[in-house]
């Protein structure tokens, strides 16, 4: 009841209450508290003034407005608790997309990972090739340096034989022209051996025919000089062998390196490519990470804000609850009280 309501009964109390059997009444019907304590001591006063038409209309008005009031708090709970369910379903939803959101990441995650993995493991690949491929090249240009050393090793030994052979070739073939009788001296002939074994060797089929004559003759002359120019023949086709083949094997080795210069540039290009995609990889990986980080987070807040909104909601509730139970007590109370004084009005204006 409001002060207001109180003051005004208050003012119209003329005399001093005196007990009726309605009051008593009263007494008996409403349940012991402050409130119908007030309720009762007011009306009692109210009643002893003779004003009990104007208190018939004063409790109609307080249960009008307290109807009214009751009915506005339970219309105002209604939306509130609609308002805190709305509010806890949008959240769940929020949480259950977060929490697919962490799936797929998560998803997203493992799959980038794999890839990095496999990238990883070709950017290793690629480059042992590429190492191979260099020592590969390496070893082709070692060989085909040996390989030339040792054809103009072959074509300067070649050559100075070859130089010998035709000196002893041409003395040799102007002694003949020359029909001397000793044909050579002893000390030339020996001169003419030793040049022989050296540039062909002790069992050189020529050392051993000019070493083993008993006399150097014209016959053993001719002998050497058509032997001799069989080797010197057989050497001038051995240095042209040897330069064809140089062509040969430097085509070759051109090719070799050419097709080394191709496959490196080719795995140069994939490790490249390869490089990039494992950075670009590890920068999405990074950033999934730091996603799931926050959804994670998100999700975390979201459950603890739905956990606080149950907990405001049933707050809220229980409040709406324990004030509604006052009211209705109070109006109850009002409803009484008018309908006994209404059932002894009679009693009472007397």
Same mark, same amino acid.
């Given at each position: ?116 993995? !496999? =990238? ?11 190492? !191979?491929? &260099? ?27 070859? @130089? ?22 002893? !000390? ?17 089929? =020529?050392? =051993?025919? /000019?070493? /083993? ?53 080719? /795995? ?14 590890? &920068? ?12 994670? /987070?998100?999700? @975390? ?7 606080? !909104? ?33 059932? &002894? ?6």
């Amino acid at each position: 009841m409001s002060h207001k309501s109180l003051l005004v009964l208050l003012l119209i109390t003329i005399a001093i209450a005196t007990e009726s059997p309605a009051l008593q009444q009263l007494r008996h019907k409403l349940e012991s508290n402050e409130y119908n304590s007030q309720l009762v001591d007011m009306l009692e006063l109210s009643v002893a003034g003779g004003q009990i038409d104007r208190v018939f209309e004063l409790l109609q008005k307080m249960i009008d407005d307290l109807t009214g009031q009751i009915n506005s708090a339970n219309l105002e709970h209604a939306s509130r608790m609609a308002a805190f369910q709305l509010s806890i379903e949008q959240l769940e939803a929020n949480l259950a997309q977060l929490q697919n959101e962490v799936q797929t990441t998560n998803r997203k995650i493992g799959e980038i990972t794999q890839s990095i993995s !496999t =990238l990883t493991s070709t950017s290793v690949s690629i480059k042992k090739q590429l190492e !191979t491929i &260099n020592q590969k090249e390496e070893q082709i240009r070692n060989n085909r340096a040996k390989e030339i050393q040792s054809v103009e090793t072959k074509q300067t030994a070649g050559q100075k034989t070859l @130089e010998t052979l035709e000196e002893i070739h041409d003395r040799l073939v102007k002694a003949v022209l020359s029909n001397q009788g000793s044909f050579l001296e002893e !000390t030339e002939k020996q001169e003419i051996i030793k040049q022989v074994k050296q540039e062909l060797g002790l069992t050189h089929p =020529l050392a =051993l025919l /000019l070493d /083993l004559s008993a006399k150097f003759d014209e016959l053993t002359a001719k002998k050497a000089i058509e032997l001799i120019e069989q080797i010197i023949a057989s050497i001038k086709e051995g240095q042209q062998f040897r330069e064809q083949n140089q062509t040969a094997a430097e085509q070759n080795f051109n090719s070799l390196i050419n097709e080394v210069s191709i496959l490196r540039e080719k /795995l140069g290009q994939d490790n490249q490519k390869t490089s990039s995609t494992l950075k670009n990889k590890q &920068n999405d990986l990074k950033i999934a990470q730091r996603r799931n980080k926050q959804l994670s /987070l998100n999700q @975390e807040n979201t459950q603890q804000l739905i956990e606080t !909104t149950r907990v405001q909601k049933d707050l809220y509730d229980s409040n709406f609850r324990s004030n509604a139970s006052k009211r209705e007590g109070q109006l109850n109370s009002l409803k009484t009280a008018f309908q006994i004084l209404r059932d &002894n009005e009679q009693a009472l204006k007397k």
